[in-house]
């Protein structure tokens, strides 16, 4: 069973959410409008189920993962305007086909662990965390009752970016510049403050970590240990790289915690170029180790 990881969609009842808004994140027509990044003209197709259907199909997928976009800012917004969008976006993800699972999202400008308790009880994969709020220790700290709570459950943690940031670039900018950098931060920052926490915590960083353990001899002459340095519950997701990027994180941390992720609509899955066995390696037996699915479909 191949499984994506990473993609998007946004429901109706999710986009009538967005439009209902006047102040970012809202939606005027198809038309995003989020701070930090230039307006962004979605194209209605790319969230049409039909058309995902028969993209999951051409590409081989028997269950795609979706999660809320985070770089949208929807976490990060005040828990009166968060949950409304989140609810919809939840309610939305729940009601997809069965060949789709969901990652969960939560409010992070105010930690409630019950209330994100009760949405992972309606059966998602897994809790989504904006790569904005792990940056650092204290990130850690704010939301180490949201791992605690994962761990209890033994569900994954999904790590995206977050919010772009000021706009002072090309289209491109956020995608290259901004999100790898938040991904770079989140994934030492979980080396340093997450994982001696959260031992058992089965984590999952997009876009290859922003191809952060590449810069693991770098880590190692400035002060870090070599100890623990592959980590066996600590993934990363392919999303918008190919093969050259996947066979370098391979070489640094084994094709066993590479996963495949396509960031659909806005990418499709990435071809490894590293044989059969790897692909298979990528696209099932290590999502299935991230997911703890043991050969069974979550929903």
């Known amino acids: 069973m191949s499984i994506d990881v990473h993609q998007h969609i946004w429901t109706p ?9 006047t102040e970012p994140p809202f939606l005027d027509g198809w038309t995003l409008h989020l701070d930090g990044e230039e307006p962004f ?8 189920l039909g058309h995902r259907l028969a993209f999951n199909r051409e590409h081989g997928l028997d269950l795609a993962l979706v999660s809320l976009s985070s770089p949208l800012g929807i976490e990060h917004l005040p828990p009166a305007d968060a949950w409304p969008l989140l609810t919809a976006y939840h309610e939305g993800a729940l009601e997809l086909p069965a060949s789709f ?4 999202s939560t409010c992070v400008t105010e930690i409630d662990p019950a209330r994100t308790a009760k949405v992972l009880d309606c059966g998602f994969a897994g809790l989504q965390l904006p790569a904005t709020t792990l940056l650092d220790a204290g990130g850690f700290a704010r939301v180490a009752p ?3 709570l994962l761990e209890e459950r033994d569900l994954p943690l999904f790590v995206h970016p977050g919010p772009a940031g000021a706009p002072d670039g090309p289209a491109w900018w956020p995608a290259v510049v901004p999100y790898v950098q938040q991904m770079h931060a989140a994934w030492y920052a979980f080396q340093a403050f997450g994982r001696p926490r959260h031992p058992r915590l089965r984590v ?12 693991v001899e770098r880590f190692i002459t400035r002060g870090g ?10 993934f990363l ?5 190919g093969h050259k990027a996947i066979d370098a994180i391979t070489r640094v941390l084994g094709i066993e915690v590479v996963v495949l992720g396509s960031d659909a609509p806005y990418a499709s899955p990435p071809d490894a170029m590293l044989g059969e066995a790897a692909t298979h390696q990528i696209s099932v037996t290590n999502p299935m180790r991230l997911l703890d699915m043991e050969g069974v479909v979550p929903r």
């Open 13 to 21: 009842g999710f986009v009538g959410a967005l439009r209902a808004r």
């Open 41 to 48: 003209a979605a194209n209605p197709l790319d969230h049409d």
């Open 101 to 104: 699972s969901a990652w969960a």
């Open 146 to 148: 949201l791992l605690d």
């Open 204 to 215: 999952c960083f997009a876009l290859l970590g922003g191809l952060a353990p590449l810069h």
């Open 225 to 234: 240990s070599t100890r623990g340095v592959v980590d066996p519950n600590a």
């Open 237 to 241: 997701e392919t999303s918008s790289y």
